[in-house]
């Protein structure tokens, strides 16, 4: 399979990873294990994105190995930081999202590294720009909602 082939895959299986989190209640499991002050619209909004993110980078592909590696990257940290790990640390307790990111993310995402070499478009620096750029992209929403409630991002005060 193709760098560009694995990436529409990787869409794919992001959006079974959202269905999974959502029927097995991730906001809940969020607030009460990693205690992130999530709310479903939260939930939703990042989620429009990552599928949005995951469409653009699965039709750059072909001219842009670097977007699905970034989007691979997220899968990867994804699966490893908030799902494998919480499920390791708190002695068995189902993270909402980890059936996927185990059967899903970490082989498509390795998968899609591994196609970018057999292409020629895996480099050192793209390596790094990949997990710096998947990192970036999964911090992000966490970080905006750890800062909305400080009083400088409060749209509401006089």
Do not use: C
Not at 6 to 34: G, K, P, Q, S
Not at 94 to 120: D, E
């Amino acid at each position: 399979m193709t760098l560009a082939d694995l990436a529409w895959l990787a869409m794919a299986a992001y959006a079974m990873h959202i269905l999974e989190e959502y029927m097995f209640d991730w906001r809940n499991w969020a607030r009460a294990v990693i205690g992130l002050p999530v709310e479903w619209s939260d939930f939703f909004i990042t989620n429009a994105v990552v599928v949005a993110l995951g469409i653009a980078q699965a039709m750059l592909a072909p001219t842009l190995p670097l977007a699905p590696l970034i989007y691979a990257a997220l899968m990867i940290i994804n699966a490893i930081f908030f799902h494998v790990l919480p499920f390791v640390t708190m002695r068995g307790r189902f993270s909402p999202g980890l059936a996927t990111a185990v059967v899903l993310f970490l082989p498509l995402g390795v998968a899609m590294f591994r196609a970018a070499a057999a292409q020629g478009d895996l480099d050192l620096l793209t390596f790094i720009g990949a997990v710096a750029g998947g990192a970036l992209l999964m911090a992000s929403p966490v970080v905006m909602l750890k800062l909305k409630g400080r009083p400088y991002f409060d749209q509401q005060r006089g």
